[in-house]
């Protein structure tokens, strides 16, 4: 009982104190850097991903995978030959009917999200994405330059929370 007397004045002191005190204001936010897009870097983008929808289009997955890279310890490399085989086996198993761009989000010079659609069913349609399954890129900008690289958590310097 003798700790309860003695804790409801601290309390009550505590909290006197704490109406007391002056109001600050509101602590500056610092954010993430921001990545400032120019209109070029827009069109070297889609310039890329239309390329490479190109490529689907015409069935030349080995064209389209040429185009890719990763990110490796803040470096853009060229898309392993290993990667390259097993990126070329799994899309060579599936009929490509056709290939449209869905989204292009840019949020950095890292961290981007291009959405590709694959028509797979011969009579299904690519516009209402009926028949289509989802393929995503990270287009990356190292040294003023635009790379399309494959999507990875493993990747420096990418977050994937969008």
């Not at 120019?38 to 997955?61: C, H, K, M, P, W």
């Not at 080995?62 to 990763?70: E, P, S, T, W």
């Not at 994405?129 to 493993?154: A, C, D, H, K």
Request: charged fraction near 20%; charge should be negative.
């Amino acid at each position: 009982m003798k700790k309860l007397l003695l804790l409801i004045p601290t309390i009550i002191l505590l909290a006197l104190v704490a109406c007391n005190k002056k109001k600050t204001t509101e602590p500056e936010i610092i954010g993430l850097p921001v990545f400032t897009f120019a209109s070029e870097d827009t069109a070297a983008v889609q310039s890329l991903a239309n390329q490479f929808v190109d490529y689907f289009r015409a069935g030349n997955i080995n064209a389209a995978a040429d185009m890719l890279y990763i990110v490796r310890n803040d470096s853009v490399i060229a898309l392993p030959e290993d990667q390259k085989a097993n990126f070329k086996q799994a899309l060579s198993t599936l009929p490509i009917y056709d290939c449209a761009i869905k989204e292009m989000n840019l949020y950095s010079n890292r961290d981007n999200e291009l959405r590709l659609a694959l028509l797979i069913a011969e009579d299904g349609n690519i516009e209402r994405e009926e028949g289509t399954i989802n393929f995503f890129l990270n287009p990356v900008s190292q040294e003023g330059n635009w790379y399309l690289t494959l999507l990875s958590e493993y990747a420096e310097g990418v977050g994937l929370y969008h």
